[in-house]
């Protein structure tokens, strides 16, 4: 079970990538702010539509925690355009990632186990 204690301040879940959508700029600052407060953690950027990126951070959370407890899995992509003035490449990409990363990744994570 997850619970927060209050104690990140409402940083929790990397809160400065989630305001500005720029998580190079940020993932330095959002990590030194989860550490202060007694966390640990390890900023990965990763594609989940590339399975050699997604093994690669499993593997390093693995190498850096012992194993993986919980796995927050919400990566998604949105297009807020009308179905007609959508292309389908936006359209595939969504479907790759909205689709692909709910059902692949967890996957990923319990092969570990």
Known sequence: MAVNTGKLAGRTLF?????????????????????????????CVVDIRHEDQVQKAIDAAVDKFGGIDILVNNASAISLTGTLDTPMKKYDLMMNINGGGPTSVPGYVFHIY
């Open 15 to 43: 809160h400065h990538w989630c305001q500005s959508g720029d998580w190079e700029s940020h993932r330095p600052k959002a990590a030194r702010d989860v550490e202060s407060v007694g966390g640990k953690c390890l900023p």
